[in-house]
């Protein structure tokens, strides 16, 4: 059983930064890869941004330049930092971590219970 805790969310304004954090525990022994995705009212989820235990990163092109993520491998957490934020990035951001199931190259996802960001124009 893996649980993802989320934090950082809230009410910023236009061009404000806001930094969300995810912390897994629980049944870890290794996480292969570890992100942040959104989704906004009538809207799929989106993938924002991925690392991998290896450090390779992914963004979505709308945050590049903007987001960075990070993760502390000794803590299982991963970060977002968020700056110039716009209207458009409002959403529900959830946490995501894939673990690798026993030896075999099959993965499993888990959540986390999601963190509103809502900016302001």
């Known amino acids: 059983q893996v649980q993802l805790v989320e934090s950082g969310g809230g009410l910023v304004q236009a061009g404000g930064s806001l930094r969300l954090s995810c912390a897994a525990s629980?049944?870890?022994?290794?996480?292969?890869?570890m992100g942040w995705y959104r989704q906004a009212p009538g809207k799929q989820r989106e993938l924002v941004a991925a690392?991998?235990?290896?450090?390779?990163?992914n963004y979505a092109d709308s945050v590049k330049e903007r987001f960075t993520i990070s993760r502390d491998n000794a803590k299982n957490t991963v970060y977002l930092q968020m700056n110039s934020l716009k209207p458009e990035d409002t959403a529900v951001y959830y946490c995501?971590?894939?673990?690798?199931?026993?030896?075999?190259?099959?993965?499993?996802?888990?959540w986390g219970q999601g963190t509103q960001v809502t900016v302001s124009s």
């Open positions: 995501n971590a894939r673990l690798p199931l026993g030896w075999s190259s099959k993965t499993i996802d888990y």
């Open positions: 629980g049944s870890i022994f290794s996480i292969a890869a």
């Open positions: 690392v991998t235990s290896g450090g390779s990163t």
